[in-house]
């Protein structure tokens, strides 16, 4: 009889927002249980970094010598999930109707539920574009639950689709190329009789291939709208835990990240946990690697205690069956992870970058923005209580073109340039910020803020902008960098995008259960709620508008959860006219500026969702929800175009105690099937733009 999972059974209400004890458990492994890791002195940051040096050695030296069931509670779904629209909410205003709000947001916003299907505004049409297990490359089969393989898997789409990037397809009428991350897996839900103390090698190695990125051509069917996946196309990729990547940038050759398999420094496997991303104007895609910190076993240094690795075995057991998941005995391999990653989707045959310059740490997503004279921003956040949000101004002009010459140097534009970090500073008396979220006497929480330098990397090498720290250390200690130059401590600082209308920058903090316990920081005039579990939105005007400025004015713009709650703000708007909104999470823009946010572990009683809120004129911070996902679901990386919006329905069925046989949800494909992560696509029924 196989020893029950500690988390089965574990009331949902008891972790972070409404998320479940499983999702917590395999995404980012339980991180919200565990110690805070920013807990470090500015002061000993040398002695923690020599500590880690040390110990290197040693790992090093005795490797030469030497070569942890699902129980029950959730019951089983009867009917099947359908497609659904529905109705305008009632309350908080939701009586405007589908012909009112700011252009593009003009429908009639669904209403909080726990329906468990997609559910869309009245008038518009849905469908799943491809889901978990689709056959993308030639020779694989079709899906089969009971008969995965890893070589099976490897040309499937991969598992919990999370970043969604949809770019031109030229000459080929009617196509596109969507770009799609898969951030993590969940062993129980993807296997029958899953034994989490003893899974086997094929189910690790099936894993492996479920990781990683996906590179699919989808097709517009003219006549009903629908968005499906061509199989088998020239451009169609897997890339999973055992592909090649390169280390570009400062670190790359760097002792720090040499390896007995891979001496030089310059080669890794895999990518892991790739949670949002980006999409370039030089037409590659952005991965942010995040809570890779969970894959690996055995750490004991104080670096990798503030990144949050265990010091026993891990969740997978993948360390019994690859070696470099142990730092027993590989103590560098886990300083190869934790980058932002640049995918060439038009050329099949391309190593994708693991960029070092833009540093290490739980990269939620990477969004980029350019300087008048051509010169890359990327704006980027470390999801961990606690942590900070970066930019990475870079030195190099980007070339235009499709040429080659003009590919392969653009693709070097994340390797120069200058890593900062922020310090926020409010502008009302400490005194005003209690901790409710109560608006201080100027009615904003509002103030300024600069970047400050980490380092530089050029052509010629690099420099440290750190007292007591070598460049190298810089961009592989990142955190421990910001910890030392007094960065400001967020509320898990998750997916930033800049509003390609205005050019104003927009951070969402999902939430922080810790903020004001214990020991840990208080409320600040950025932060100003402690036990924060609903989460908000900074809004970051720089200087002169100009993305490479070291200064910038901020604002909160959105302070999440029930309208009716006194501790909420909508940027001023009217609160009984707006959707109740918790932990907001990935974020994107329309065309006409408006801001779109993805929900992750609602507090709110509801499932995650889309919504969209104007941020200018005068329905600034009018919410308007416009989609909810199915039970124990994720709304993950949306796209916003003028006639489709998509989102990625991560983990649905994500419930405690749920598993293959005891399943939490039906959707996609009803009664008797395996719950499967998705991407969908919705769209007005009448073809018109969405929202106008």
């Not at 972070?16 to 920013?38: K, Y």
């Not at 708007?573 to 999470?585: G, N, Q």
Request: aromatic fraction near 8%.
């Amino acid at each position: 009889m196989r020893k029950l999972l500690p988390l089965i059974g574990t009331p949902s209400g008891s972790h972070p927002g409404g998320r479940s004890a499983m999702t917590c458990r395999f995404r980012c492994g339980d991180a919200c249980f565990h110690e805070v890791p920013n807990t470090t002195s500015n002061e000993y940051v040398g002695d923690v970094i020599a500590g880690a040096l040390s110990r290197r050695s040693m790992m090093r030296a005795a490797a030469v010598v030497t070569v942890a069931a699902a129980g029950a509670g959730a019951a089983g779904v009867v009917a099947a999930p359908e497609a659904q629209a529905a109705p305008a909410a009632k309350g908080h205003g939701h009586g405007h109707g589908k012909h009112k709000g700011a252009r593009g947001l003009r429908f009639a916003p669904v209403a909080p539920n726990t329906n468990d299907a997609v559910t869309v505004p009245e008038g518009y049409r849905q469908n799943v574009v491809i889901r978990w297990g689709e056959p993308i490359l030639r020779g694989a089969p079709a899906f089969n639950g009971d008969k995965q393989s890893a070589r099976a898997q490897a040309g499937q789409f991969g598992y919990n689709c999370d970043f969604l990037s949809l770019l031109p397809l030229k000459g080929e009428h009617g196509r596109q190329l969507l770009v799609a991350n898969h951030e993590y897996t969940d062993e129980i839900l993807m296997f029958r009789d899953y034994d989490p103390e003893n899974p086997t090698r094929e189910q690790v190695e099936i894993a492996w291939a479920a990781h990683g990125l996906a590179v699919v051509a989808v097709e517009e069917e003219r006549r009903t709208g629908e968005l499906t996946a061509v199989n088998r196309h020239q451009l169609n990729r897997r890339l999973t835990a055992t592909s090649e990547f390169r280390l570009t940038g400062p670190v790359a050759g760097s002792d720090l990240v040499k390896t007995s398999a891979d001496p030089r420094g310059s080669k890794v496997l895999g990518t892991l946990n790739n949670c949002s991303g980006g999409t370039t104007p030089w037409g590659t895609t952005l991965h942010g690697e995040e809570n890779f910190n969970q894959y690996f076993a055995n750490g004991g240094s104080a670096t990798d205690k503030r990144y949050g690795i265990g010091t026993g075995a891990t969740e997978r057991k993948w360390e019994r069956f690859d070696k470099r998941f142990d730092l027993a005995q590989e103590p560098n391999e886990v300083h190869r992870f934790g980058y932002v990653v640049e995918l060439d989707p038009y050329d099949p045959d391309s190593t994708p970058r693991k960029h070092t310059a833009l540093g290490r740490f739980k990269h939620e997503a990477a969004t980029v923005r350019m300087t008048h004279d051509g010169r890359p921003v990327v704006y980027t956040g470390d999801d961990e209580r606690f942590d900070y949000f970066y930019k990475f101004v870079g030195s190099k002009r980007m070339r235009h073109g499709n040429s080659r010459s003009a590919r392969e140097h653009n693709l070097t534009l994340l390797d120069e340039g200058t890593l900062y970090v922020a310090k926020l500073t409010g502008d009302s008396p400490a005194i005003e910020i209690d901790g409710t979220g109560k608006l201080p006497k100027d009615g904003e929480f509002d103030g300024s803020g600069q970047w400050i330098p980490l380092a530089t990397a050029t052509a010629h090498g690099a420099v440290s902008h750190v007292d007591g720290m070598t460049a190298d250390e810089v961009f592989v200690f990142t955190r421990l960098a910001g910890d030392k130059v007094g960065a400001t401590k967020m509320d898990r600082p998750e997916d930033i995008e800049p509003n390609p209308v205005t050019g104003k920058v927009y951070v969402a903090l999902t939430n922080n259960s810790n903020r004001g316990v214990g020991s840990n920081a208080k409320a600040d005039e950025a932060n100003p709620r402690n036990a924060n579990k609903h989460g908000h939105v900074l809004e970051l005007t720089e200087r002169w508008n100009r993305p490479e400025s070291t200064r910038f004015a901020w604002s909160l713009f959105l302070v999440a959860g029930d309208p009716e709650d006194p501790a909420t703000y909508f940027a001023g708007f009217p609160k009984d006219s707006v959707s109740p909104i918790s932990c907001p999470d990935n974020v994107a823009f329309d065309d006409h500026g408006n801001l779109w946010i993805s929900t992750d572990g609602s507090a709110l009683g509801s499932h995650d969702g889309l919504f969209g809120v104007a941020t200018r004129g005068d329905r600034r911070g009018e919410l308007k929800q416009f989609l909810t996902v199915p039970n124990g679901a994720e709304t993950c990386g949306p796209v916003i175009q003028d006639r489709r919006v998509l989102v990625a329905v991560q983990h649905p069925g994500e419930v405690d105690g749920a598993t293959v046989d005891q399943p939490a949800s039906a959707w996609p494909d009803g009664p008797g099937t395996y719950v499967r992560p998705a991407v969908v696509a919705v769209w007005r029924a009448d073809g018109q733009d969405i929202g106008v």
